[in-house]
């Protein structure tokens, strides 16, 4: 397919990844307050798989975004997300998605992570979900913002809304797992809510929306 000419028009967002989760996610806030659709990368043929081997948030996020928005020539926002765990040093960090292997489940990963733990006491459980938006539009700088949101892992899994790490993931405000808040509210407190709503103010203050 050819993607030679610029198709953009600020109606949709091109988001580069296969996590039909994420895209929807995004979808539902920018679609909300900026009347932008968000596509994923399913919806485009011949896109390259991007390696992420920076050694940050940000780095992996920038060159998804810049990599596939040279493929598409329109501008594309990608992210690098996962989970930081103080007692295991930042762990499983960048590598949250494989943390169990290059190709675990979210309930392989969870179950290594439960065992990483099982000796640590609940108190010394803190834990962070970090997400880094980057936007690159062709001709323009890379913009990159950054979400996070505070917690504990507990000690078994629960909850059914969500995905990922978020069964584990307490809310000592809320009592509560990220699984087992409604999509409506995760969206609004998720370290990938906070960065998008980040990057939805800074579009609001460079380009014009009819949303």
Not at 127 to 156: D, H, K, S, Y
Not at 166 to 193: Q, W, Y
């Amino acid at each position: 397919m050819d993607y030679g000419k610029p198709m953009w028009q600020w109606t949709e967002m091109v988001f580069a990844t296969r996590n039909s989760h994420k895209v929807k996610e995004l979808d539902a806030m920018f679609s909300a307050h900026l009347g932008v659709r968000v596509r994923g990368l399913a919806d485009f043929e011949g896109v390259p798989e991007v390696v992420e081997d920076r050694d940050s948030f940000e780095g992996n996020a920038v060159k998804k975004a810049e990599t596939i928005a040279q493929v598409l020539n329109r501008p594309v926002a990608a992210d690098d997300s996962g989970l930081t765990v103080e007692a295991l040093g930042g762990a499983p960090g960048i590598y949250s998605a494989r943390y169990a292997g290059p190709d675990a489940t979210d309930e392989e990963n969870n179950r290594k992570l439960l065992a990483a733990l099982q000796d640590v006491p609940a108190g010394d459980r803190r834990a962070a979900f970090v997400c880094v938006l980057a936007l690159a539009v062709p001709g323009e700088e890379t913009v990159t913002v950054r979400g996070e949101t505070p917690g504990m892992i507990a000690e078994e899994p629960k909850g059914k809304y969500g995905f990922g790490y978020d069964p584990l993931f307490l809310l000592p405000d809320r009592g509560c797992t990220m699984a087992e808040v409604p999509p409506e509210v995760k969206n609004r407190i998720s370290h990938r809510a906070k960065a998008a709503e980040k990057l939805i103010r800074l579009l609001r203050e460079k380009y014009r929306f009819d949303g």
